[in-house]
């Protein structure tokens, strides 16, 4: 679509920064939405919403799962006066953590109804685990569902009543995941095996503070390495405890998971295809 090169401005009066930013406020207060959404949201022509929602995906606003978009970290990183992130902090723990089980470590945090992995220490080429920058389904393992079993009641709903992706066969289905989700509120963390990659299994433990789950610390290694998860869970359940009181107590805007999505979008989920 052709600008006026002079003003900036694409046709209808709106600068292409005007429709970013409307673009950008309108995932924002809905949580997730799809292309189709914005298009008719906004009365823009599907194209419009593609060619802006690539750019603004490619600059970390947005992030996708399946067919949904999310706002991405940089538009939950709100002003803070603390000098540090989450990352900074929690970083010495995942050290702790690879060096206490020889196990990949990685640290991940909730956007909304996604899981966005922060940083992970790998225990060598071979291991598999969240990428930093990767986001996933609040289901998909131990490094993510602490942080679905403890959100907010509007977000565990809107997972569970979408439809759910069965990425391995071990992936429970609703009945299952409802189980889960219960344990883990009851028992403090979560072992998975193959329900994200066949034959990798995942201990994961939830990091609350003042009453919130701020982010999950997990191990993930081959089923074999992890067929007793005693030891890996002793050094998560010490590395939580002691990251918990390593944060400042007024918590910066920052590091807070974004609260639940309004209740008219409540009827689907990010899913991964």
């Not at 006026?4 to 406020?25: E, F, I, K, Q, V």
């Not at 509007?154 to 009945?175: I, K, M, N």
Request: with cysteine; net charge positive.
């Amino acid at each position: 679509m052709a600008t006026d090169r002079g003003a900036g401005r694409m046709p209808g009066g709106l600068s292409s920064l005007d429709r970013g930013l409307r673009m950008l406020t309108f995932v924002q207060d809905r949580g997730q939405v799809d292309a189709a959404e914005i298009s008719a949201g906004l009365d823009m022509p599907l194209s419009t919403v593609y060619r802006y929602v690539q750019r603004l995906k490619h600059s970390g606003f947005l992030v996708q799962v399946g067919d949904r978009l999310l706002p991405g970290e940089r538009l939950t990183d709100r002003a803070s006066d603390h000098p540090d992130h989450l990352v900074d902090v929690a970083r010495p723990f995942l050290l702790r953590l690879r060096e206490a089980t020889g196990l990949t470590s990685a640290l991940s945090v909730r956007v909304h109804s996604a899981a966005l992995c922060l940083d992970s220490r790998r225990s060598g080429p071979g291991s598999v685990a969240f990428h930093p920058g990767e986001v996933h389904t609040l289901y998909s393992g131990a490094s993510a569902t602490p942080l679905l079993a403890l959100a907010p009641a509007a977000v565990r709903r809107q997972v569970l009543e979408g439809r759910l992706h069965r990425y391995t066969a071990t992936t429970p289905d609703v009945s299952g995941l409802r189980h889960e989700l219960g344990l883990i509120r009851r028992q403090g963390y979560h072992v998975t095996r193959g329900w994200l990659t066949p034959g990798m299994s995942a201990v994961g433990v939830p990091v609350v503070v003042g009453g919130r789950c701020l982010c999950a610390l997990s191990v993930v290694a081959a089923e074999n390495r992890l067929a007793d998860p005693a030891v890996a869970l002793k050094a998560l359940r010490s590395a939580a405890v002691e990251l918990a009181a390593r944060v400042p107590r007024d918590l910066p805007a920052a590091w807070i998971p974004p609260g639940p999505v309004p209740e008219g979008d409540a009827r689907r989920a990010p899913h991964a295809e």
